[in-house]
């Protein structure tokens, strides 16, 4: 089956640690993005990529960095610099479909606490 | 960034009433995407749409993408215990990159 991955499911961190999420796709998917949430609110864009080696910045880039060295993974570290690191974490493809529609799918999530 | 005006912000009903809910912009988009996550999940697409003036069914969903381009409304009918969650609503500019989000419409549901 075809789909996005996200691991692990839930992942516990000492403050001053950098954290490395996974995100993989066997979607064949060019675009890749990362999201984060916090309770109650909306999606805010951390980084996205639309091909391999390049990327860019999203709307709260800071402290956060990302690599796209294959098309199918884009792993999200969270560095130190992050001053509130605690959230739920969402990785994203889009690509074309048959017919020319263009479709973002999300994976399943990391929550990330940070203690 | 730019965000949508997704309203309600939340809904409380009985189960089997029916649900609409509605995104506006200021920019003309060229795709609308309903989501629907659930706690503690990824957003799952629901309904997508890429001309003015659609109107798309899955099952009890329907949703129309405004003539104006600037809307679109998601409608659930007879609504059951499991439409519990959080619906965004997604638009896509010609040639943009990424996706510009609503704040989701939270759905609480009484049976």
């Known amino acids: 089956d075809g789909g996005i991955t996200q691991s692990p499911k839930y992942l516990f961190r000492k403050e001053g640690q950098n954290v490395t999420l996974s995100c993989e796709q066997n979607l064949n998917h060019d675009a890749m993005y990362w999201y984060r949430q916090d309770p109650g609110q909306g999606l805010r864009l951390i980084y996205y990529?639309?091909?391999?080696?390049?990327?860019q910045k999203g709307d709260i880039a800071e402290g956060y960095s990302v690599s796209r060295e294959k098309k199918e993974s884009f792993p999200l570290t969270v560095t130190s610099a992050q001053k509130n690191p605690t959230a739920f974490y969402l990785c994203?493809?889009?690509?074309?479909?048959?017919?020319?529609?263009?479709?973002?799918?999300f994976g399943p999530g990391t929550r990330l606490t940070v203690l | 960034g730019q965000q949508l005006n997704q309203s309600p912000q939340s809904m409380f009903i009985q189960e089997g009433e029916d649900v609409s809910m509605n995104c506006t912009s200021s920019?003309?988009?060229?795709?609308w995407l309903w989501y629907k996550q659930e706690p503690g999940e990824g957003p799952v697409l629901l309904i997508a749409l890429y001309k003015a003036g659609e109107l798309t069914s899955n099952g009890r969903l329907t949703a129309q993408f405004g003539i104006t381009r600037k809307d679109s409304f998601l409608n659930i009918s007879a609504s059951i215990p499991s439409d519990v969650g959080i619906y965004f609503c997604?638009?896509?500019?010609?040639?943009?990159?990424?996706?510009?989000f609503g704040q989701g419409t939270r759905l609480t549901i009484n049976p």
């Open positions: 920019s003309i988009f060229n795709t």
């Open positions: 994203a493809s889009m690509g074309w479909r048959e017919g020319s529609y263009n479709e973002q799918f």
């Open positions: 997604a638009g896509q500019g010609r040639g943009a990159q990424k996706l510009v």
């Open positions: 990529s639309q091909i391999v080696n390049d990327f």
